[in-house]
């Protein structure tokens, strides 16, 4: 027969799920390593979704999804962060933020177009760029800099073929909450270069020492950058699939051309939910972003505790330990301490070269589990 999508083919299976097909074959594991709320959607945005249904609203909505909800994006951006963008031209609601990632790439990129990724980082954004014709140029970071960027070595990165950079900040899997001064400086590179600017925001609601800058606030970034967010961390909402982008209208329509051939729109009751989520469940959000950072002081320092270097997070709901101290590298580590104790976490390696040395543990679980985790994890360091 004849051959499949060669760059389909080449890409391997997530490095994240590979433990948990593991994990799950096994009695008695506390899982650290799926980047997913243990909360369950807040009572009023399921019940908003469950009215939907009960009233008939299974229908399509247009393409760029409910003139409501781009509202309230639009209206959120610029109270927070005081982002300015136009609902009915710059706005448009996505299947999740993967969704979103997939469209900006397919639009900004032709084939073989350079994509700057500073590394480690989530695992979609190589092969997603692939996917839209694309080459990653990974650039590292560094433990000692707490994973921040150093824009001058994405500059050292930059060739002909450059055409946009891509982060996520807060990050995953580090954690990282990138400075203002860094995301200044990253767009005058950008200005200079004429580059595109995508940055991945999802974790903007999860911060814990300091305000979260929307990369499409600062004025050098505004005309070349693709924000995308969505609805599943902050707001629990991860199997509603419901994420948007906003960018300059350009790019934006291009986005909605490719999204009305693909997925059309997103669910409509998803949509409505995520209306509820923006006008009444603040106070659910907020109470959840404070445990999860209970939850990141104390898994913390029982990580720091039993030998484990690990500053704290400024981010999401990740911490990123070094497992050097164990002599083993990061698959192994992992491997062996599913296998002997119980604990799933994801070798920091899968996230990129900067990774190795480092295991990815996600906080999003009942404090219990996070404490039991810890004394796991000190049974299988004193057995090395």
Request: some cysteine; aromatic content about 8%.
């Amino acid at each position: 027969m004849k051959p499949l999508n060669e760059v389909i083919a080449a890409c391997p299976p997530s490095g994240i799920r590979r433990f948990f097909d593991i994990a799950a074959e096994m009695d008695d594991v506390i899982s650290l390593g799926v980047g997913e709320p243990d909360f369950v959607t807040p009572w009023r945005i399921r019940e908003a979704g469950i009215y939907a249904l009960e009233h008939g609203y299974t229908t399509y909505t247009s393409n760029a999804g409910l003139p409501a909800l781009r509202m309230l994006i639009c209206s959120d951006l610029q109270q927070r962060y005081s982002a300015e963008y136009e609902w009915d031209t710059e706005c448009l609601i996505t299947t999740g933020v993967s969704e979103g990632l997939d469209l900006a790439l397919r639009v900004l990129l032709n084939p073989g177009d350079e994509v700057i990724v500073p590394e480690p980082c989530y695992v979609a954004y190589e092969p997603c760029v692939a996917f839209a014709g694309g080459t990653t140029v990974r650039v590292p970071t560094r433990w000692e800099d707490r994973f921040t960027v150093d824009v001058d070595v994405v500059a050292a990165a930059i060739t002909p073929r450059t055409k946009a950079i891509l982060i996520g900040s807060p990050a995953n899997p580090t954690g990282a909450v990138q400075p203002r001064e860094t995301l200044q400086a990253l767009a005058r590179l950008a200005e200079k270069h004429d580059l595109y600017l995508i940055s991945d925001e999802i974790y903007d609601r999860l911060t814990y020492n300091g305000s979260h800058t929307c990369l499409g606030a600062v004025p050098e970034a505004r005309e070349r950058t693709v924000v995308l967010g969505g609805f599943s961390k902050a707001q629990a909402m991860t199997g509603w699939r419901v994420g948007w982008i906003c960018a300059p209208q350009a790019v934006a329509e291009l986005c909605v051309r490719v999204h009305q051939y693909t997925m059309l729109c997103a669910p409509h009751v998803s949509q409505l939910a995520a209306v509820e989520a923006l006008t009444s469940a603040e106070t659910d959000v907020s109470e959840m972003v404070a445990d999860y950072d209970r939850r990141r002081r104390v898994f913390v320092k029982g990580l720091r505790e039993i030998g484990l270097e690990c500053p704290e997070p400024d981010g999401a709901f990740y911490a990123f330990p070094s497992i050097r101290s164990s002599g083993l590298d990061s698959e192994t580590f992992a491997e062996r301490l599913l296998k002997e104790q119980g604990v799933a976490v994801v070798p920091g390696n899968v996230f990129g070269p900067s990774g190795e040395g480092h295991v990815r543990c996600s906080y999003a679980t009942a404090l219990p589990q996070l404490e039991t985790a810890v004394d796991r994890m000190a049974a299988f360091l004193q057995s090395l």
